[in-house]
């Protein structure tokens, strides 16, 4: 079992330039979901899925895209990278059957690094 | 809204001292969980526990106890005799009930070094 597994580990993109951070999990688990970690700030909320199709905004939405085509995969698109996107981006993943498992604990991939300069 | 404040920013021992990692938690909702989580120097986040806003127990993991206190809205973690293993960052994290999804509110984190 893999796990959650994110690519790229690290990466560094000028401003404008787009990009997509891949994510998969093999745990069937229907809940998917993206933060950023940055310092001082913990990590933040940035779009999650509770299935195939559905996706929802978290807290900072903005400058990134999300689709879930499959159970398996959730990528996250920067359509234009800022500087302020710099940041370690981590994808997690819980196991999600109607109201018996909000409280699923996430299982988290190992992080992407994004440099924007 | 929900918020969780970690007021310890960065805490040093020395090891086989004992630490605690204060956990203050803000929530409107009745049910809700409590997580930590571990980070460590290679920067993976590591799940430590969950507690349920209706088991006020304390619980003991070998060095690691937790206190969770509804009165003071606090959800503490108690690592006794700590080693250097048990340098990291802690966060302490809530979830929002959504009612379809798990979404966590995670507090800045306390960095923990512990020494020889």
């Known amino acids: 079992n893999a796990g959650v597994t994110q690519t790229p580990k690290f990466q560094v993109l000028k401003t404008g330039q787009s990009m997509t951070l891949q994510c998969a999990q093999d745990?069937?688990?229907?809940?998917m979901s993206w933060y950023r970690q940055d310092p001082g700030m913990g990590l933040r909320l940035i779009h999650y899925s509770v299935g195939a199709g559905i996706t929802d905004q978290g807290e900072v939405p903005n400058g990134y895209n999300v689709s879930r085509s499959t159970t398996e995969d959730f990528p996250l698109r920067l359509l234009s990278a800022a500087p302020s996107q710099t940041s370690v981006y981590f994808c997690?993943?819980?196991?999600?059957?109607?109201?018996?498992?909000?409280?699923?604990?996430?299982?988290f991939g190992n992080g992407t690094r994004l440099t924007v300069t | 809204a929900q918020k969780v404040t970690q007021a310890q920013t960065e805490i040093s021992v020395v090891e086989k001292e004992d630490v605690t990692l204060d956990c203050v938690y803000e929530t409107r909702d009745t049910t809700y969980y409590l997580f930590w989580y571990k980070q460590p120097p290679s920067g993976e986040l590591v799940f430590l526990i969950r507690?349920?806003?209706?088991?006020?127990q304390n619980e003991i993991s070998g060095r690691y106890s937790w206190n969770f206190q509804k009165s003071t809205s606090s959800f503490n973690f108690t690592i006794t005799a700590s080693q250097v293993v048990d340098s990291a960052v802690y966060f302490c994290?809530?979830?929002?009930?959504?009612?379809?999804?798990?979404?966590?509110?995670f507090g800045t984190g306390t960095r923990l070094q512990v020494t020889l």
């Open positions: 507690r349920n806003s209706f088991d006020e």
């Open positions: 997690a993943s819980s196991y999600n059957r109607a109201m018996s498992s909000y409280n699923s604990p996430l299982h």
């Open positions: 745990m069937n688990h229907e809940y």
């Open positions: 994290a809530l979830s929002e009930n959504t009612g379809t999804a798990s979404k966590l509110t």
